[in-house]
């Protein structure tokens, strides 16, 4: 498995009042989110990377407003006249 090192100084942590494990836990959670949002990695990919369960990753789209079933409006047409 290849890891990602994320260079970060201590002023971030003073920033955001967290320890290094609970940052380091919550950008993995939210750059596994931005990814799913942007539809790069499926739902079931994109909570491996954030290291948690489906219904837990689910749990975290819902708390930072991302929508789970992410379609465009001709897949929405397509949905709807297939009803």
Do not use: C, W
């Not at 290849?2 to 971030?12: A, E, H």
């Not at 708390?63 to 465009?72: K, R, S, T, Y």
């Amino acid at each position: 498995m290849r890891t990602l090192s994320i260079p970060y100084s201590d002023d971030l942590l003073v920033a955001t009042g967290q320890s290094p494990e609970d940052l380091e836990h919550d950008l993995r959670i939210l750059l596994a989110i931005k990814l799913f949002e942007v539809r790069r990695l499926s739902l079931g990919k994109a909570a491996e990377l954030a290291g948690i369960p489906i219904l837990s990753f689910l749990n975290e789209l819902g708390h930072n407003g991302v929508a789970v079933i992410n379609l465009d409006d001709d897949q929405i047409e397509d949905e709807l006249r297939d009803a």
